[in-house]
């Protein structure tokens, strides 16, 4: 079987609309002429796995039994290779990373390289508050001794209020209400930020700012996958 032929397992619904858009970068970015040339995927959309922000901050369910699950289930259908649309969900996940014993294209780590390359003297991170919580890129972050700006917790809260504002289907005001904040921060420092929830790259897109100050995580996961298709990254 070579690289090509490798079958992509995503565990998606968190959240859904998150889940669509990293389908349609993957489609759109893949290098095929026809459909017979894009690889296989396989999707499980499961938007019931407790909430991330909830099991952190409210003492709500532990997601990482239905990830798991999840995860597992993919590979049952016949998965090469795996992959989460949630920064937050590898909280989890990393928990458990080492017992997949498969491949595994982590969203932050690919996020974190990617911010690395496009911009070398740091970024801003913006991501709801059980990412920031957590310290998940701050992690990744420091492996490859790389430079991330925070923003203060007052601010993150409203783009968490941004975030949810995706999950509830409205987009464009979500995208009103994040445009402010992303301005403020660029009065302090203009640097790119990192959009580290799979929600803010939607949010960003309709806001009016420039596409080449965010470094969007659902497109370093997406070029993460092609890459593992096209190289053979992992043996």
Request: net charge neutral; charged share 25%; hydrophobic share 40%.
């Amino acid at each position: 079987m070579n690289q090509t032929q490798k079958i992509l397992g995503v565990l998606g619904g968190m959240g859904p609309a998150a889940t669509v858009e990293f389908l349609n970068i993957l489609i759109t970015k893949y290098p095929a002429n026809c459909d017979q040339e894009y690889p296989k995927i396989f999707l499980l959309m499961n938007p019931q796995i407790p909430d991330r922000n909830k099991a952190l901050f409210e003492n709500g369910e532990n997601p990482t039994p239905y990830l798991k699950e999840g995860l597992y289930t993919l590979k049952k259908w016949g998965a090469d290779f795996l992959a989460v649309p949630c920064n937050a969900a590898h909280y989890f996940i990393d928990t458990f990373i080492d017992e997949l014993n498969t491949p595994f294209i982590h969203i932050i780590e690919q996020t974190i390289i990617k911010a690395k390359r496009i911009s070398p003297n740091g970024a801003w991170i913006i991501s709801t508050l059980s990412t920031r919580k957590t310290n998940l890129y701050g992690k990744y972050a420091r492996k490859e001794d790389y430079i991330l700006f925070y923003p203060d917790w007052e601010l993150l809260e409203d783009i968490q209020k941004a975030v949810d504002l995706v999950k509830a289907g409205n987009i464009k005001e979500s995208g009103k209400r994040l445009e402010p904040l992303l301005k403020k921060l660029w009065k302090e420092k203009n640097v790119p930020i990192i959009a580290g929830c799979t929600e803010l790259p939607l949010a960003y897109k309709e806001a009016n700012l420039p596409t080449d100050l965010m470094i969007s995580s659902l497109e370093a996961l997406a070029d993460g996958c092609i890459d593992f298709w096209l190289k053979g990254l992992f043996s």
